[in-house]
């Protein structure tokens, strides 16, 4: 049985997705509009550039691409090394699980009654519901903080670029 101890515990963490979740929709609209008005700005100065070569702002023609190529270096290499922990945990707990497995077979296995080896039986699939729940929740947690952690350099860029170009 879940424990109120246990219960609290999850019911935080699910909380602080939640709000990881909403900051994330928050700062991807954020993206979104600094995003469109950077590409209107952008624009411009390419359409000026395309008709007067000479007077072109090169300066932010040059940013146009290494900026992005920055931004999104960041952002792969943080879903890399976040899918990488993902990984290892999930691993981790299958490997875990082959242990529960077993301990869960050779209690079934030397039940002296029918009642007993529905009881070994009933004692594993419990705690199986209750560990993979726990696991569902830390995997959605990794899942939550590799998407904030990857929009992050892309909202950076984006926000700043949107500021600079107001001018």
Known sequence: MT????MTRDGKHMA???RTA???????NEM???SSDVIAARMEIMARAMADPLRADVTELSLMGTE???ALSASAASVAGNVSTLAASASKSALAEVGHAQRAAAAMSSARTPAGLASAQFTYAVGWWGRAAGQ???FNTGLLKTQAEALKPLHT????NAKRLKR
Not at 3 to 6: E, F, G, I, R, V
Not at 22 to 28: E, I, P, Y
Not at 157 to 160: D, F, L, Q
């Open 32 to 34: 979104l509009t600094a």
């Open 157 to 160: 860029a984006a926000v700043a």
């Open 16 to 18: 602080r997705n939640a």
């Open 22 to 28: 909403l900051a994330t929709a928050s700062d991807s």
């Open 3 to 6: 424990s109120p101890k246990s």
């Open 68 to 70: 992005k190529l920055e």
């Open 136 to 138: 569902m929740l830390t």
